[in-house]
């Protein structure tokens, strides 16, 4: 049976394009909705352009709201791919174990509310770690605390910036999280991936 998705994008999208891209016609996952905080979010374009259904949330924070879509969607499994807002709790606990995150950085390191986008680079950089990488993760009621699903790492180079160090890591996501969701269809839930995705680059 296809697992039925639904991604929640609020900005740039390169995530979502990942996927839909990992996911052709007959794939054992299918992205059925794209929900978006903002109507101005670029991913919603990368949705059309695969006529992915767009729904955009008048209010991030109406539970019902979000309940009511999943469900008219039949929605199995529901994948945070840059989505900036808190989930409301009620759709957490209706979806536990099936929501995913991808997060830019190697969790529980550099995570947690307020760690996002170019902080977690600039983070990373101001640690002097030597390396960093993506995770994918379940969500739960807390900012980045969720079962650890993947990880895939990267190395920190000397003359790093934020900006090559998240192009790096972007690298990294959009092959770890299609991998997460499609072990998830073939598992009929979200499951641990065994491999961990590795880049040199
Ligand atoms: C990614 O780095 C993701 O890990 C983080 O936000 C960024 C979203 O990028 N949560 P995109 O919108 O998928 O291009």
Redesign the pocket.
Known sequence: MTMRVAVA????????EALLRALPPGAPARVVLVLSSRAGAS?LERARSHAVPVEVLPDPSDAADWLERLAHHRVDLLV????LKLVPAAVIARYRDRIL????ALLPAFGGRGM??HRVHEAVLASGARESG?TVHLVDEVYDRGAILAQGRVPVLPDDTPDRL?AR??AV?HRLLPAAVLAAAAAGRAVPLSETVESSS
Not at 80 to 83: Q, V
Not at 101 to 104: A, G, Q, R
């Open positions: 994008v609020s900005g740039r999208g390169s995530n979502l991913a945070l791919a840059g989505y995150n991808v997060h830019p996002y986008g993506a998240a890591v972007l996501e």
